[in-house]
């Protein structure tokens, strides 16, 4: 039978990788490229999916933000005109800040919900709930 000290660095040796960043919630990139005078976009699926939120409710966002046209073609997004990265990027740090981060602890453990019209943000840590703007 092992001894305490073999199975603890046993245990240990087998916890996954720690990350070195202290943030645990990172909002990837987007990732896509210009095709003449439409851009298009590869991962707003995943970024909708890691930051807990409808692709189409970010989609919209952005689409009102940017003041493009644009649609979903399967996996990928097609906007109507060339929109820079670093501004795609910004809108959706945007978002984030008012969709998905919680305005009085900060966490990002919330979820949108609709309650008789009114679309709200209940924070899932704290149990705070505040109204969120229609988009």
């Known amino acids: ?14 916890l996954p990788e720690r990350g070195l960043g202290t943030e645990r919630f990172v ?22 999916k ?6 189409n409710h970010l989609l ?11 649609k979903w073609d399967g996996e990928r997004v097609i906007f109507g005109t060339k929109v820079a990265a670093s501004a795609i990027n910004k809108k ?7 969709f998905v981060y919680c305005s009085e602890c900060s966490k ?10 009114v ?6 840590a704290c149990g705070s709930k505040k109204p969120v703007k229609n988009i």
């Open 1 to 14: 039978m092992d001894d305490y000290e073999s199975l603890l660095n046993k245990a240990e040796e087998e």
């Open 27 to 48: 909002v990837e990139k987007i990732k896509g490229h210009l095709e003449g005078n439409k851009t298009i976009l590869i991962n707003l699926k995943k970024i909708a």
């Open 50 to 55: 890691d930051i807990g939120r409808e692709e």
């Open 60 to 70: 919209k966002y952005l689409l009102r933000e940017l003041a493009t046209p644009g």
């Open 92 to 98: 959706i740090k945007k978002y984030v800040s008012e």
């Open 108 to 117: 990002p453990d919330t979820k949108l919900i609709e309650e008789k019209g």
């Open 119 to 124: 679309t709200y943000l209940r924070c899932l």
